[in-house]
Each structure stands twice: as structure tokens, then as C-alpha cells.
């Protein structure tokens, strides 16, 4: 009897893993006809497909790293099957599909074709094959089943691996373990996953929540968005199941999503400095857009689902954030308002430049330079990668033959959540060094205003510079100087130039600088900028308004405003009460002092500055903020030594500062 009893209960469990199994194939179908969009072009690849299995317009000899075209074929057939068995789909179950999916399926099984980039033949391949035989496995051959099986097998699972590598490659492993009933793999791949989902200071989520890839690179919507999509899909899939995730990790995917994802895009619109080289890649700007996710994440976290609708608003371009957030350990803050929203890279001893490998990112070598961005609709920079002048990118001080930005040590921002600027001590080179600018530069941002200061502009070799404020897409009307004349295409000289308006963006220099503003006709093809990607030549205008430095010999200082100006009527009212002053701009100290009594300083080292019959003296470098009667402060070089010993007004205050670049909470003042 015991020994029936046995059999029965083994019997049982094998039963429950099996229907276990179908549940989470089922939903994980069922993820990909909501997440795909409804093709319109299968009868164009029907046709498409010759006598061999083949589609004629791909180069199946390829060897690309990054766009490998052999990889396109096996997508396609994704998307047959996808068609095929959609319910919706006008070609539900249709023979004549069937027959296609076969020939072309049969014909990447018999070549089994290889690319020199591991990614593609240990995860891209077996990732598209997976998902063929979760769409339509009970429709295939044995033969044919087994063959796509075997290619879902070409996946390795390397446990030393990190961040969304792992999860790509432990993802495929674990549907492989449902499909061949081994659920000691579908386990084991599953704990993989599970433990990568943690803070840390490797690969992968941040303890500020951004998100890092090969080294200290900021990645969040390429391997991070890799990583986030996938963890919420597969949570989605298992829960409820013995494999389902523990609270906290989800806890941690939620986290992530609200204080990192949301804040680093406008709605679903992000910008080259959250992108590393995958910004050299088309339509990688919308990156962030998850709205396909809203649903399922909806279900795992339904104590979130207000949140959830706003971030779903936001990226339908209704409403968005408010507030600054900086992020210490990959050298990034952002300023979200009603109207636009600002982002600005900068870099330091603890962070990379940006890489240029597999032929992508060609002339991105100066991204990670203090590089910052306005953002109001999304099309600002928009896939306009491939005709950009990538020597004068926005909020860039450089000189012509610049190669690299100098890393070093003096890189930070102070905050309360609403306000607050970043500062970093600047320096840019050509490739042997021999020639380079140096400065101080900081980006204030307050009451919709973002003012940047640069301070002790020098030159060594180096005679003139410039600073080019802006590089978006042209649209609409340009005024300069005078909201009357309208400008054309062309390029524009100004020995003063007091402000320029383009696109509800007012740009106003803070003294009176040189200048040229110029509207450009511009063309250009992406494969100059990634090999992987389209020749085709494409056309486009730019707005580009750039500051003009000369005599280096001795160093300068200058700044400008940039604001959301709705019209050109605006312009007088903002010219007359900018609601700021500067206190201070040179190699000690950069100041702004607000209307309302806030002040904003970067001490570059120990120093004293006075306004309003105030005096504010500091002992070391530091970065700090005045605001409602309380002291912000934060360490930009984030040394040993914890506490600065801060005077204002013959009161003495010592704040311990945070580690890793945070700011303190707040001190009242005395």
C-alpha cells in the first residue's frame, strides 16, 4: 500500500510541475501577443521568401557585431508565428503562413549560421528560436521541434556573469528547462535570476537606482531596460508558482522604477547620457517607453496602480514630474517642470567614458562631457544622431581636435528633491594630450531656470573654444536679439548676443558674449555613427546657438540661462526679472543667489563669499544650498574626511556629509 500511495503522490507532483509548466508557457505567450505589435506586412514577407528558405534583401554572410543581418531572418519568422497564432491576427491559423514558417524555419535549421559576436549565438538566436516554439511548438514537426530545440540549447549560462547578460542568458535556460520538462534547470536558472536582482556596485541596479554595464557605465534603457523588462515579464509569468518571486525582489524592480527609470526619461523620450553607445543606434531615444508593461506590472504590484496610471499618463504626454534628482554613482541629475525637462552627463574619477566597440558609437567621444539636454515634446533629439555635429555637442565646452574628457575627482550636485545643481571641475583634451581648455562649470537649477556657469576658462595650446548651448532639432520660428525678425536657414554672427528663442527654449547669455546661431539643412546616414546600421541618406535642420571663447591665454568667465519661455512676449518680462544674481563665478566659487533668499555654491576649496550682508565660509571643497531657513550639503569629491566645518554669519554648523556623493538632510539654520 505504502509503496502505491508512493507512486501516486510522485505521480501527482510530476502532474502538478507539468501543469505548472503549461501555465507559465501559456502566460508567457500570452505575454507576446501584448506586448508585439500587429504586423501589417506579412504577406510582404510571405512573398518575399525564395525557393531556399530565404529572404533576398538580407546578406546571410554577414559577420556585423551589433545589426547582424542573419539575425533579422530568424526575427522574421518571430513574427510569422507570431501572426500565425495570434487569435486576432488576420492570419490566424492560415496554411499558407504555415508553409512559410516551415520553409524559412527549415532553412535556418539546416545552416545553423554563426555570428563572430558570442551575444548573438548565445542569447539573440536562442531568444527568437524560444519564443517561436512558445507561439507555435504544437503546430511544428518532431523533426522540426527538435532541431529548434537544440538551437534554443546554443544558450550558456555563465553564474560569473552579471547584470542583464545573465538574466538574458538564464531567462532562455529557464523556458528551456518548461520546454524539456527539467525543472532542476528551470530551478537553478531561476535562482540566477532571483540573486541578480540586488543593489550592488558591479554590473547591474545602483544604491541611487541607475543602472550600470560593462564597469561604471551608465546604462539604464539599453542592459538596463534589458534587465528591468525582463524581471517584471518573468515575475509576471511565475508567480504564483514554486518558482514565483520573493516580495523583496519585486519590491526592489518597483523601486528601481520609481526612482530611477521614471525620472531619467521625459515620458518615454531619454537622451544620449542615459544611453552609453546604444544612443548611436535608431530609435533607441524611446528606450523608456513601457507602457506595454503598465498591465503586467500592474498585476504584480497593485498597491501601485495610482502611481502606475500617472507614469502611464506621462508617457502618453500627459502631465510629468517635478523635481531634481542626481544620481552620485553614474555622475547624472535631472530637472523635470510642467514644460520641459533638463539632463546633464557629467563624469568623474568614479565614473567611464562613454565606448565605442562592435563598430557602434563611432563619433560619440566626447558623450559623458558635461552633455545636457532640454527636452519639451521628444522630438528635440529624436533620431537625429546621424546628422548631429558630434564636436559641438549640447552644453559642450570644447576646442576643434577634441578628444576626451580628463576624469578626475571633482564631480557632484546638492539637492532637496525640488531644486539643485551639479558642478564638476573640467577638463577637455585632444588625443596626445598636448592641447586642452580647463575650467569650472556648474548647472543651477531653480524655478524652472537652469543657469550655467563656467569659470577660469584657460587654454593650454589652445587659443579659442566654444560652447554650443543647444543641439536639437530646428522647429518653428528663431528670433535673436530682436523678437521681430524672424530668421532663416543660415548661420548668424553676433558680437553680442543678449538671447535667442527657438521652440518655447529661451537661451540668454549672462554677459555680453560673441556668438553664432545656426540653422542648419544637415544630412547624414546612421551608419556613420554605427556600421550595423542603414546607409540611406537622411535629411533634417538643427538649431544650434554656440558661444565663442577666445583669448585663453588668460582665463575667462561667462554663463548663460536657458529657460521655458512659452512666447516671444515672454522674453521682456524674463530679461527684466531674471529672479536671480550671481554672487560669485570664478575658480574659488560659483554663486547664485535667488529672489526669494535661496543660494546655491560650489566652493572649488576652502573660501568665503558674502551676500546680502551675509558671509558663508567653508573649510574644504564642497557644494552647498541654502533654502527655507535649512543647509544642504554634499561632498562632490567624495573623500574620507565625512563633515565640513561650515560659518554663516559667525555660527559655526558641522555637517557630516553622506557617503558617495549624497546630499545631508536638511540642518536648520540657527
Not at 538566436?125 to 504544437?138: A, S
Not at 534547470?185 to 543593489?199: A, F, P, Y
Not at 574628457?405 to 596626445?432: C, E, H, P, W
Amino acid at each position: 500500500m505504502r509503496k502505491i500511495i508512493v507512486t501516486i503522490s510522485c505521480f501527482l507532483l510530476a502532474h502538478c510541475l507539468y501543469a505548472q509548466s503549461d501555465t507559465i508557457l501559456n502566460r508567457y505567450k500570452n505575454y507576446l501577443f501584448a506586448t508585439q505589435k500587429i504586423l501589417t506586412n506579412v504577406q510582404d514577407l510571405l512573398n518575399g521568401i525564395n525557393a531556399n528558405g530565404q529572404w533576398s534583401d538580407l546578406v546571410y554572410e554577414d559577420k556585423e557585431w551589433a545589426n547582424w543581418q542573419p539575425l533579422i531572418h530568424i526575427k522574421r519568422v518571430e513574427e510569422l508565428a507570431w501572426a500565425y497564432s495570434y487569435p486576432l491576427s488576420a492570419y490566424y491559423h492560415k496554411e499558407s503562413l504555415l508553409k512559410g514558417i516551415n520553409v524559412t524555419l527549415d532553412h535556418w535549421l539546416k545552416k545553423r549560421y554563426k555570428c563572430p559576436n558570442w551575444w548573438h549565438n548565445e542569447i539573440g538566436v536562442p531568444q527568437q528560436m524560444r519564443d517561436i516554439v512558445v507561439l507555435i511548438g504544437d503546430c511544428l514537426s518532431e523533426a522540426r521541434l527538435k532541431g529548434a530545440l537544440e538551437v534554443i540549447g546554443q544558450f550558456k549560462v555563465n553564474k560569473k556573469g552579471s547584470g542583464a547578460n545573465l538574466t538574458w542568458s538564464a531567462d532562455i535556460g529557464l523556458h528551456y528547462g518548461l520546454l524539456t520538462n527539467n525543472d532542476s534547470l528551470t530551478q537553478s536558472c531561476r535562482d540566477l535570476i532571483v540573486d541578480e536582482i540586488k543593489i550592488n556596485t558591479n554590473d547591474g541596479v545602483q544604491p541611487d537606482y541607475s543602472f550600470h554595464q560593462h564597469l561604471q557605465r551608465l546604462q539604464m534603457y539599453q542592459y538596463g531596460a534589458a534587465f528591468f523588462k525582463d524581471n517584471i515579464r518573468l515575475a509576471w509569468e511565475l508567480r504564483n508558482t514554486s518558482f514565483a518571486f520573493p516580495s523583496e525582489k519585486i519590491t526592489l524592480l518597483s523601486d528601481f522604477l520609481f526612482k530611477g527609470w521614471q525620472w531619467m526619461a521625459r515620458g518615454i523620450n531619454s537622451v544620449p547620457g542615459t544611453m552609453d553607445r546604444s544612443a548611436s543606434r535608431k530609435d533607441a531615444l524611446h528606450s523608456p517607453d513601457i507602457r506595454s508593461l503598465i498591465p503586467f506590472i500592474t498585476e504584480l504590484l497593485p498597491e501601485k496602480k495610482q502611481e502606475l496610471t500617472m507614469i502611464a499618463a506621462h508617457q502618453d504626454g500627459e502631465g510629468a514630474l517635478n523635481g531634481f534628482r542626481y544620481y552620485p554613482y553614474s555622475d547624472f541629475a535631472v530637472y523635470q517642470q510642467k514644460d520641459f525637462g533638463f539632463f546633464l552627463k557629467t563624469i568623474s574619477d568614479r565614473t567611464l567614458a562613454t565606448e565605442s566597440i562592435n563598430r557602434e558609437n563611432s563619433k560619440g567621444h566626447l558623450l559623458n562631457s558635461g552633455d545636457a539636454y532640454l527636452i519639451h515634446n521628444g522630438q528635440e533629439y529624436f533620431n537625429l544622431m546621424p546628422v548631429w555635429n558630434w564636436e559641438y555637442l549640447p552644453g559642450v565646452t570644447s576646442f576643434n581636435n577634441a578628444d576626451r574628457i580628463k576624469r578626475n575627482a571633482f564631480a557632484g550636485s546638492v539637492s532637496d528633491g525640488v531644486q539643485g545643481f551639479t558642478s564638476m571641475n573640467y577638463v577637455l583634451q585632444n588625443k596626445d594630450g598636448s592641447r586642452s581648455v580647463s575650467a569650472k562649470k556648474s548647472w543651477f537649477c531653480y524655478d524652472g531656470k537652469i543657469i550655467c556657469l563656467v569659470a577660469g576658462l584657460k587654454g593650454s595650446n589652445v587659443d579659442s573654444a566654444y560652447t554650443a548651448m543647444d543641439q536639437c532639432r530646428l522647429n518653428g520660428t528663431v528670433t535673436a536679439n530682436n523678437p521681430d525678425k524672424e530668421l532663416v536657414v543660415g548661420d548668424y554672427p553676433y558680437n553680442k548676443l543678449k538671447w535667442v528663442y527657438h521652440h518655447n527654449f529661451l537661451y540668454m547669455p549672462l554677459y555680453g558674449m560673441k556668438a553664432s546661431v545656426q540653422l542648419q539643412n544637415v544630412s547624414g546616414a546612421w551608419s556613420s555613427i554605427n556600421a550595423s546600421e542603414s546607409a540611406e541618406i537622411i535629411h533634417d535642420k538643427i538649431f544650434m546657438p554656440v558661444l565663442l571663447h577666445t583669448g585663453l591665454s588668460k582665463p575667462i568667465s561667462f554663463g548663460y540661462m536657458m529657460t521655458y519661455c512659452k512666447t516671444t512676449d515672454d522674453i521682456k518680462t524674463i530679461n527684466k526679472k531674471k529672479g536671480f544674481k550671481l554672487i560669485r563665478n570664478d575658480s574659488l566659487c560659483q554663486a547664485v543667489l535667488f529672489t526669494d533668499g535661496t543660494l546655491m555654491a560650489a566652493f572649488f576649496r576652502q573660501g568665503t563669499i558674502k551676500f546680502n550682508k551675509n558671509k558663508l565660509s567653508v573649510d574644504m571643497a564642497c557644494l552647498i544650498m541654502l533654502h527655507n531657513d535649512k543647509i544642504y550639503a554634499s561632498d562632490p569629491k567624495q573623500l574620507t574626511a565625512k563633515a565640513v566645518s561650515l560659518m554663516f554669519n559667525n555660527k559655526t554648523y558641522n555637517l557630516s556629509f553622506p557617503e558617495n556623493g549624497f546630499s545631508t538632510e536638511a540642518v536648520l539654520l540657527k
